[in-house]
């Protein structure tokens, strides 16, 4: 079973920023199926999206701060956690059981995806592109 497909592409902050960039306030959306818990509140400190879905049971948490796009869904149980800073595009998908955290500090898109058992943690700071993929079970960590 995939462990993980993990994909960091951090772009100039102009691209994205036009493309997810809302002036007129936050927009969130919170939705929760199953058990657990789960922290949806925007502790944004600009203008954005933010959206976070769970199903199944665990912990969930997302904090966003910037201006951008942040998306954030759950499937099953365990742990999945997403901060951002900067501007720019993030979204975190877990699929399976165990522990999922990005990080991500600066421009551009990173997107966190993760199916099978374990744990997987992606930091980013800068720009760039940074690709990974891992097979099974176990431990991966990836940082820029």
């Known amino acids: 079973m995939a462990f ?3 994909k960091i592409s951090l772009a100039l902050v102009a ?3 036009s493309n997810f960039v809302n002036g007129t306030g936050d927009q969130e959306k919170v939705t929760h199926h199953g058990w657990g818990h789960q922290e949806g ?3 944004d400190n600009g203008w ?3 959206e976070v879905k769970s199903h199944g049971g665990g912990h969930q948490e997302v904090k966003g701060q910037g201006w951008g796009h942040q998306e954030v869904k759950g499937h099953g149980w365990g742990h999945q956690e997403a901060k951002a800073h900067g501007w720019g595009h993030q979204e975190v998908k877990g699929h399976g059981w165990g522990h999922q955290e990005a990080k991500a500090h600066g421009w ?3 997107e966190v995806k993760g199916h099978g058992w374990g744990h997987q943690e ?3 700071h800068g720009w760039g592109q940074e690709e ?3 097979h099974g ?3 991966d960590t990836k940082s820029q």
Do not use: F
């Open 41 to 43: 509140h925007s502790k």
């Open 108 to 110: 551009g898109h990173q």
């Open 132 to 134: 990974g993929k891992g």
């Open 137 to 139: 079970w176990g431990h």
């Open 4 to 6: 993980t497909v993990l």
């Open 48 to 50: 954005g999206h933010e």
């Open 122 to 124: 992606v930091k980013g």
């Open 15 to 17: 691209v994205l920023a």
